[in-house]
């Protein structure tokens, strides 16, 4: 996948991306273990939330939990300079806070991605959170906006329809496009479907780019 892309209409303000400074995605995603933390530490928040161990072990588990936060404090970095988010080649860029989905499809047509919302996302009766696919949307339509060549952007507004329950360790795709351009407007929408095209959640959103200098 293809990121910071060379140029825009707005050739002469791209490098500044606004205030934001100017990324690049991580070559060796992280190193050969990063994929493998951020997988188990997705594991750990799924039973984090779906477990009732006995007091004994919740305090053997925050004794480790505590021992990994002092193992990784010391190399905190600054935004741009971790693996975090700029991971293209894993799932959710290796951001624990974006869904784990695998992009398909990145180029000025459209975003494809494809995953499944495991237990961390349940909201009630075993469905998805209602907050996670608003979650799963904007960070598509980021993704969008960037594979169409628009410079940084951010969301003016972003409306879901949730059409149908959406289920929890489902196979599903999520994909999108620019609908419209105008001036500093970038109007795009996706649908969330399951894989023989039941739609479950559609969204449209409005991203607005960056003047210089802002945040
Ligand atoms: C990080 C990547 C690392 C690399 C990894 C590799 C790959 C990754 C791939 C892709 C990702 C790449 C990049 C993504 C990076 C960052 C994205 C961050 C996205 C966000 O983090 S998103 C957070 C939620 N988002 C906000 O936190 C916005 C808060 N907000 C504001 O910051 C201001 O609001 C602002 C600046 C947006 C606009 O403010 P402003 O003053 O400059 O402009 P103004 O208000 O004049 O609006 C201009 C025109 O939009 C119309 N308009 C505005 N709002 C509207 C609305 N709601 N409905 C209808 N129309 C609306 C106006 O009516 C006017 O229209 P007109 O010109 O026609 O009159």
Redesign the pocket.
């Known amino acids: 996948?293809q990121?910071?892309t060379e140029h825009t209409e707005r050739d002469g303000d791209y490098e500044h991306?606004?205030g934001?400074p100017v990324?690049?995605?991580?070559p060796d995603n992280g190193g050969p273990h990063f994929g493998r933390l951020v997988e188990a530490l997705r594991t750990v928040q799924d039973l984090a939330v779906s477990t009732a161990p006995p007091p004994e072990v919740i305090a053997q588990a925050a004794e480790q939990a505590e021992a990994l936060a002092a193992l990784l404090a010391p190399y905190t970095a600054p935004e741009?300079h971790y693996p975090a988010?700029?991971?293209?080649g894993l799932p959710g860029?290796g951001s624990l806070l974006m869904l784990p989905w695998t992009v398909e499809k990145?180029d000025r047509t459209g975003v494809r991605s494809t995953g499944v919302f495991r237990r961390y996302h349940m909201g009630g009766n075993g469905a998805a959170h209602g907050g996670v696919l608003p979650l799963l949307f904007?960070?598509l339509?980021?993704?969008i906006?960037?594979?169409a060549g628009r410079p940084?952007?951010?969301?003016?507004?972003?409306h879901v329809n949730y059409r149908k329950i959406t289920p929890l360790e489902t196979p599903l795709v999520v994909e999108g496009r620019v609908d419209r351009v105008?001036?500093?407007?970038t109007f795009v929408s996706a649908r969330l479907t399951e894989p023989d095209g039941t739609l479950l959640a559609d969204a449209e959103a409005?991203?607005?780019v960056?003047?210089p200098g802002?945040?």
């Open positions: 996948m990121v910071m991306h606004g934001f990324y690049a995605a991580d741009g988010g700029r991971s293209v860029r990145f904007d960070d339509f980021g993704m906006t960037h594979a940084i952007s951010r969301t003016g507004y972003l105008d001036g500093r407007k409005l991203m607005i960056l003047l802002q945040p």
